[in-house]
């Protein structure tokens, strides 16, 4: 299978052997027969360890990361966060250090800031759109995760995946890349380099802001194994029915994308010739200072947009409150779309802090609405 569509909807999904039903069953189950003392059937015991539901979702999720890599292997998990901190207890140690990215999503800055460096991880903020400012922000021996976000969250700054892996690799760390914000129709960065890449699937893996989950993929098979042993040993699994569900909206993931793209588009080309606008993020602008980077790694731009309102804080604030087809809401990436004021919602916690994000700003998930009514809804809240 070589088409990304078709692993999406096929990969690990086999028709059950049982019934021929030709959508993977929610094993809605915590424990499994076995045949005599230590014999398992089909290697399941116990379902914090493994559930043949979650089974299906870690295989397509491989699939879609790493397509061609041997020993590709992808864990799903409760969450983002849940993914994220199992990730670095496996790989650091009290007196180890990473570069994080200097516009961090602000639940990643919480967990490297308020719960991973009182355990002992050191961290540094680090622009990831230049190369040799990450390498500056190494600490050689100490050193162990370079943290990436591209495209960042919320400033929608591009990192050069391929080039921040040689950087990393360079001083014997791993590169760990949150594709959230592109989704692997967008972007693949295991085959950039990377060793890791990181997913809230809550978001576009999802599709539909019905389920909360997390995924890491890794084509690295010692890294894998300990992966694997700490999901099972810190045990913040999703459950049957949520994995399920990531598996049904990855179905649909690529046309979705296609429209996110194209509806960001038409939006971004409005916001931009707006006289409320000072000025707009999006990756697919030619004016984007990362948009070259992001046409050479990136299958399309993304359903992210963020923007200034030259009128200010208080302005942006009361733009987000006028809107009627945008919903006023936390998260991305679902069917819907959403307007927030980050700098007083999801990036609250990085206030006061070097990853404070602008007052001004206002972030956008363009859903997959009707373009028009998008654009209409975002004239009438900017006017006013």
Same mark, same amino acid.
């Not at 080039?163 to 360079?170: E, G, K, Q």
């Not at 992210?304 to 030259?310: D, G, N, P, Y």
């Given at each position: 299978?070589?088409?990304?569509?078709?692993?999406?909807?096929?990969?690990?999904?086999?028709?059950?052997?049982?019934?021929?039903?030709?959508?993977?069953?929610?094993?809605?189950?915590?424990?499994?027969?076995?045949?005599?003392?230590?014999?398992?059937?089909?290697?399941?015991?116990?379902?914090?360890?493994?559930?043949?539901?979650?089974?299906?979702?870690?295989?397509?999720?491989?699939?879609?990361?790493?397509?061609?890599?041997?020993?590709?292997?992808?864990?799903?998990?409760?969450?983002?966060?849940?993914?994220?901190?199992?990730?670095?207890?496996?790989?650091?140690?009290?007196?180890?250090?990473?570069?994080?990215?200097?516009?961090?999503?602000?639940?990643?800055?919480?967990?490297?800031?308020?719960?991973?460096?009182?355990?002992?991880?050191?961290?540094?903020?680090?622009?990831?759109?230049?190369?040799?400012?990450?390498?500056?922000?190494?600490?050689?021996?100490?050193?162990?995760?370079?943290?990436?976000?591209?495209?960042?969250?919320?400033?929608?700054?591009?990192?050069?995946?391929?080039?921040?892996?040689?950087?990393?690799?360079?001083?014997?760390?791993?590169?760990?890349?949150?594709?959230?914000?592109?989704?692997?129709?967008?972007?693949?960065?295991?085959? /950039?380099?990377?060793?890791?890449?990181?997913?809230?699937? =809550?978001?576009? /893996?999802?599709?539909?802001?019905?389920?909360?989950?997390?995924?890491?993929? =890794?084509?690295?098979?010692?890294?894998?194994?300990?992966?694997?042993?700490?999901?099972?040993?810190?045990?913040?699994?999703?459950?049957?029915?949520?994995?399920?569900?990531?598996?049904?909206?990855?179905?649909?993931?690529?046309?979705?994308?296609?429209?996110?793209?194209?509806?960001?588009?038409?939006?971004?080309?409005?916001?931009?010739?707006?006289?409320?606008?000072?000025?707009?993020?999006?990756?697919?602008?030619?004016?984007?200072?990362?948009?070259?980077?992001?046409?050479?790694?990136?299958?399309?731009?993304?359903?992210?947009?963020?923007?200034?309102?030259?009128?200010?804080?208080?302005?942006?604030?009361?733009?987000?409150?006028?809107?009627?087809?945008?919903?006023?809401?936390?998260?991305?990436?679902?069917?819907?779309?959403?307007?927030?004021?980050?700098?007083?919602?999801?990036?609250?916690?990085?206030?006061?802090?070097?990853?404070?994000?602008?007052?001004?700003?206002?972030?956008?998930?363009?859903?997959?609405?009707?373009?028009?009514? /998008?654009?209409?809804?975002?004239?009438?809240?900017?006017?006013?």
């Amino acid at each position: 299978m070589d088409g990304f569509e078709t692993r999406a909807i096929h990969a690990g999904q086999e028709p059950d052997p049982l019934t021929g039903a030709v959508v993977t069953p929610i094993y809605q189950v915590s424990t499994y027969a076995q045949d005599g003392v230590g014999g398992l059937r089909g290697g399941y015991e116990y379902s914090r360890s493994a559930n043949p539901t979650r089974t299906a979702l870690q295989e397509c999720l491989a699939s879609l990361e790493a397509p061609g890599l041997p020993g590709a292997t992808g864990l799903a998990f409760a969450s983002g966060l849940a993914a994220e901190d199992t990730l670095l207890r496996a790989v650091c140690r009290p007196g180890d250090h990473a570069v994080i990215p200097d516009d961090a999503y602000g639940g990643t800055y919480r967990l490297f800031a308020k719960v991973a460096a009182p355990w002992g991880l050191d961290h540094t903020p680090a622009s990831l759109t230049d190369p040799e400012a990450v390498a500056a922000a190494i600490i050689p021996g100490r050193t162990k995760v370079v943290w990436v976000e591209t495209p960042t969250n919320p400033l929608l700054n591009i990192a050069d995946i391929a080039a921040l892996a040689d950087v990393a690799h360079a001083a014997g760390a791993i590169l760990v890349v949150d594709n959230t914000f592109a989704s692997p129709y967008l972007q693949q960065p295991l085959l /950039l380099g990377a060793d890791v890449v990181a997913h809230s699937t =809550t978001k576009y /893996l999802g599709g539909h802001s019905d389920v909360v989950g997390g995924a890491l993929v =890794t084509a690295d098979p010692d890294l894998a194994e300990r992966l694997i042993y700490h999901q099972n040993a810190m045990g913040s699994v999703p459950g049957p029915f949520d994995s399920w569900l990531v598996l049904r909206g990855i179905k649909t993931l690529g046309v979705r994308m296609d429209r996110h793209c194209s509806n960001a588009r038409a939006v971004a080309d409005f916001l931009v010739g707006h006289p409320a606008v000072s000025e707009v993020r999006w990756p697919g602008l030619p004016s984007h200072p990362g948009h070259e980077v992001a046409r050479k790694q990136m299958r399309d731009f993304g359903g992210m947009i963020s923007f200034s309102v030259a009128a200010g804080e208080q302005a942006a604030v009361d733009m987000c409150g006028r809107t009627s087809v945008f919903t006023l809401g936390e998260s991305l990436g679902g069917v819907e779309s959403l307007i927030e004021h980050p700098a007083r919602m999801t990036h609250a916690s990085a206030a006061g802090s070097p990853l404070e994000v602008p007052a001004d700003l206002v972030r956008l998930s363009v859903g997959i609405e009707t373009v028009n009514d /998008l654009i209409e809804d975002l004239d009438r809240a900017l006017a006013g």
